[in-house]
Nanobody, 121 residues
């Protein structure tokens, strides 16, 4: 019904930058919140940043001042610009959206496959 595909991950040195992209496709009537989560080995999933359809953003404390989330509603795409990366940012990053597939249907959470971000010292 709704598919999310992330891209932009990779290996970067500490202090470097990456830009993650996530495009939603399929049967989509509307998308409320889109966000980025990450899961490091041995840790639980945590929210990195989220953005509403109106552009209001929310960041984890660790991301504030370094990461910027944005979205293109016309393209159903969300981005995460990651600057000043630190080794502790190493994780698999997952795109999430709360979307309504068809009018009259409830909103459901959808997840991408994840993209690996590795930050070396």
């Amino acid at each position: 019904q709704v598919q999310l595909v992330e891209s932009g991950g990779g290996l970067v040195q500490a202090g470097g930058s990456l830009r993650l992209s996530c495009a939603a496709s399929g049967i989509i009537f509307s998308i409320n919140v889109m966000g980025w989560y990450r899961r490091a080995p041995g840790k639980q999933r945590e929210l990195v940043a989220a953005i509403t359809s109106g552009g209001r953003t929310n960041y984890a404390d660790s991301a504030k001042g370094r990461f910027t989330i944005s979205r293109d509603n016309a393209k159903n795409t969300v981005y995460l610009q990651m600057n000043s990366l630190k080794p502790e940012d190493t994780a698999v990053y997952y795109c999430n959206c709360n979307a309504q597939g068809r009018y009259g249907m409830g909103y459901e959470d959808y997840w991408g496959q994840g993209t690996q971000v590795t930050v070396s010292s």
